[in-house]
């Protein structure tokens, strides 16, 4: 995820996007694949040895999941999107600008968890 990060931010061009989106995108979805794997573990557990810390890590891998789904549709959006037209252009910068909010609505959401009391007395000595 971080090379998809850090080439993303480098492109000087759309097309360079998306070629980086082609490239990379079985990578991001290996990532999905090990984040689902990881995320029905949790339930099983979650289910198992209910408490607030597996409960608070439960609520963390959510929060995963729907950033990686915000990263598949931005990869499908770039890869799929005709940007050769400044119509094309226009409905993928549109549609980019609403999945870019999605993201940081779902960052700050997790940051203002682990900010909070809730997520700091979850895991005790004991947990």
């Not at 608070?56 to 990686?68: A, T």
């Not at 600008?97 to 000595?125: D, F, M, P, Q, T």
């Amino acid at each position: 995820m971080k090379k998809w990060a850090d080439d993303s931010n480098a492109a000087t061009s759309l097309e360079q996007l998306k070629q980086i989106a082609i490239d990379e995108g079985p990578a991001l979805d290996l990532a999905i694949q090990h984040n689902k794997k990881s995320t029905k573990l949790m339930d099983i557990v979650k289910a198992s040895l209910p408490s607030s810390c597996v409960e608070s890590v439960s609520i963390i891998y959510k929060m995963v999941s729907e950033d990686l789904a915000v990263e598949v549709e931005m990869k499908n959006l770039t890869i799929q999107s005709d940007i050769s037209t400044a119509e094309g252009l226009n409905r993928f910068n549109g549609a980019l600008a609403k999945l870019a909010a999605r993201e940081h609505a779902i960052v700050n959401e997790k940051n203002a968890y682990e900010g909070s009391v809730a997520y700091r007395n979850a895991c005790g000595v004991n947990d």
